[in-house]
T-cell receptor, first 116, second 113 residues
Framework: GAGVSQSPSNKVTEKGKDVELRCDPI?????LYWYRQRLGQGLEFLIY????????KSGLPSDRFSAERTGESVSTLTIQRTQQEDSAVYLC??????????????FGPGTRLTVL | DAKTTQPPSMDCAEGRAANLPCNHS???????VYWYRQIHSQGPQYIIH???NNETNEMASLIITEDRKSSTLILPHATLRDTAVYYC??????????????FGRGTSLIVHP
């Protein structure tokens, strides 16, 4: 029943390697969001999905970052050729939709990525 | 590109009311104000939202000024477990006609014994 889940909870990787972060939203939530949170900072919007489409990718920090969503469910955020500045907690959230006047977001626990 | 301004930190004695201010002077007429909080090492958690009228739920009260340019989140009897970062949020229009909650740095509230 659950809420939003993310895996892995922690990921340590070497600089230059690729990583995949997974998000399982609440069933029935059509909107899915990815944020990045560096240590001691606020949440930085990366990308959102409405269904399986990502109307706005402008928050992705570089072309090393990509994301996809399938079946209006699971989403994967991929970071290629990781750099040390990619180290952060990556948070996923879902909501019933992204339009309209009000849509509460439900957040997952995050994936803590450490790039050595 | 957060559209809100909050003090970076506040503290409050346990059992007292915590009043957390937020300025959102550019908010549009039909846009809600949302409050979330983030306890250390967890994802943000929804607290309350409002449009014009004051709102209250089991967690907090939200007071919105008449001109809607600012609001105050009130935790009536703060406990040690209320120590967290509190985010005041308005949504920002993004591609695709959607509005995405945008989080600033929030206010770090420390409740002390």
């Amino acid at each position: 029943g659950a809420g939003v889940s993310q895996s892995p909870s922690n990921k340590v990787t070497e600089k230059g390697k690729d990583v995949e972060l997974r998000c399982d939203p609440i069933s029935g939530h059509t909107a899915l969001y990815w944020y990045r949170q560096r240590l001691g900072q606020g949440l930085e919007f990366l990308i959102y999905f409405q269904g399986n489409s990502a109307p706005d990718k402008s928050g992705l920090p570089s072309d090393r970052f990509s994301a996809e969503r399938t079946g209006e469910s699971v989403s994967t955020l991929t970071i290629q050729r990781t750099q040390q500045e990619d180290s952060a907690v990556y948070l996923c959230a879902s909501s019933l939709g992204a339009s309209g006047l009000y849509n509460e977001q439900f957040f997952g626990p995050g994936t803590r990525l450490t790039v050595l | 590109d957060a559209k809100t301004t909050q003090p970076p930190s506040m503290d409050c004695a346990e059992g007292r009311a915590a009043n957390l201010p937020c300025n959102h002077s550019t908010i549009s007429g039909n846009e809600y104000v949302y409050w979330y909080r983030q306890i250390h090492s967890q994802g943000p958690q929804y607290i309350i939202h409002g449009l014009k009228n004051n709102e209250t739920n089991e967690m907090a009260s939200l007071i919105i000024t008449e001109d809607r340019k600012s609001s105050t989140l009130i935790l009536p009897h703060a406990t040690l477990r209320d120590t967290a970062v509190y985010y005041c949020i308005v949504r920002v229009p993004r591609g695709g006609g959607s509005y995405i909650p945008t989080f600033g740095r929030g206010t770090s509230l420390i409740v002390h014994p």
